[in-house]
């Protein structure tokens, strides 16, 4: 049984490069670019219109944004090296992000690449370009409280379980780890799909894990066990994003050939198909579910555009 979704929006040319991180909050989206500037649109509104810009956010424009699952902050890093740290404020009537701080620690490029945040914002772990994984403490002077060390790969993806007791990272020898956050140690070595592994991501409940990358394939990992359960397979490019829906019971993914599919977990097939442009997709991302509305999603990349799509059944 496959899904139908429509495009309701096109936003052209947000950026004037590519689109790398889109971030998402109940209200709205985020996005990044090879730019300076971050651009805030509020999902509220049919047209999404474009509510704040952060000038100057990354003098060499920014390749990584992510928010926290209570939209109360987000992290974002650079290409320069600097990592900041972003607070919502809804004080005396205006909603607009300000930068809280920085995140140090020697701050050249490749110390800090993937970044994840926990769902209070807390917590933001990071990947370097040796393969180390670190987690911050963004409210305790934004201290290093782990460092965990693996074989060396750059490590391209992280991501934090949604009750913070795991991270997840992908790296460029197509290696995968689960760490445990409350001891300190690796949880598991898990086998790889031996290329580049581009996007981690764990399920809402924490269950469940996917990888993707240069292999075309989505593998899927019990986190308790270590083992792989699942390979979603039908990709023609290198994946370069996935993302759980609300419920767990979905995929979206993004491709080098600019391909946004979603995936039925339950059936491990793929269930739906969008073209929006050849170009390719950098970054995808469920929006938080509404109430009476139907399922939608965003996706952004090379056209320097950000599409929107809904579930064709719904409001």
Known sequence: ??????????????????????????????????????????????????????????????????????????????FGGEAKIWSFSDADGSTSWREEGRIV??????????????????????????????VWDTVAGRAKIREYETKGSFGMCIDLSADGRFTASGHENGSIYIFNNDTGR???????????????AFSPGGKLLAAAGDSKTIALYDVSSGEQVANLTGNAAWVFAVDWSNTGEFLLSGAYDGKARVWSVDRRACVATHTETDNM???????????????????????????????????
């Open 281 to 315: 997709l950098w970054s995808v991302k469920w929006l938080p579910k509404v109430a009476g509305a139907s399922e939608r999603f965003v996706v952004a990349g090379a056209n320097r555009s950000i599409s929107f799509y809904r579930e064709a059944t719904g409001g």
């Open 1 to 78: 049984m496959s899904k139908q979704y429509l495009t309701t929006l096109t936003l052209d040319n947000v950026h004037p490069t590519d689109i790398f991180s889109l971030a998402v909050t109940q209200t709205q989206v985020l996005s990044a670019s090879g730019a300076s500037s971050i651009k805030i649109h509020d999902t509220t509104q049919p047209d999404a219109p474009l509510v704040q810009t952060i000038e100057g956010a990354h003098k060499l424009g920014c390749h990584h944004l992510v928010t926290s699952r209570n939209g109360r902050k987000a992290a974002s890093v650079g």
């Open 105 to 134: 620690d020697g701050n050249k490029a490749g110390e800090l690449w993937a970044i994840a945040l926990s769902e209070d914002g807390q917590y933001l772990a990071s990947t370097t370009y040796d393969g180390r994984i670190n």
């Open 186 to 200: 690796m949880l598991h070595s898990l086998p790889g799909l031996v290329k580049p592994i581009r996007t981690t």
